[in-house]
Nanobody, 124 residues
């Protein structure tokens, strides 16, 4: 069993930056691929970024590529999402999730564990 807790959300102006953190408790964090997803009001949850267990591979949604960076520190059981050049359309609840695989995952149905989410609001 893995419990995930996100932090770092908030209100920033367009063009600004935020760093989200997701800390895991439980065993085997380093054996999980980690992902970030988001859900805007009135929309379905969508994939944002994923990183493999060792941190050597990443994959991003086209909408955030070049602006967001996913990383992880297995010694701290933590995955990060650095968000730069933020836009109002990035406003959403951001969720981290864990998927027990050696690869990457962009399909949310494959993920085994989810955090409670953290609100990110970008003002124009």
């Amino acid at each position: 069993q893995v419990t995930l807790v996100e932090s770092g959300g908030g209100l920033v102006q367009a063009g600004g930056s935020l760093r989200l953190s997701c800390t895991a408790s439980g065993r085997g964090f380093s054996s999980y691929a980690m992902g970030w997803f988001r859900q805007a009001p009135g929309k379905d949850r969508e994939f944002v970024a994923t990183i493999n267990w060792g941190g050597s591979s990443t994959y991003y949604a086209d909408s955030v590529k070049g602006r967001f960076i996913i990383s992880r520190d297995n010694a701290k059981n933590t995955v990060y999402l650095r968000m730069n050049s933020l836009k109002p359309e990035d406003t959403a609840v951001y969720y981290c999730a864990a998927y027990q695989t050696a690869g990457l995952g962009y399909r949310e149905e494959r993920y085994d564990y989810w955090g409670q989410g953290t609100q990110v609001t970008i003002s124009s």
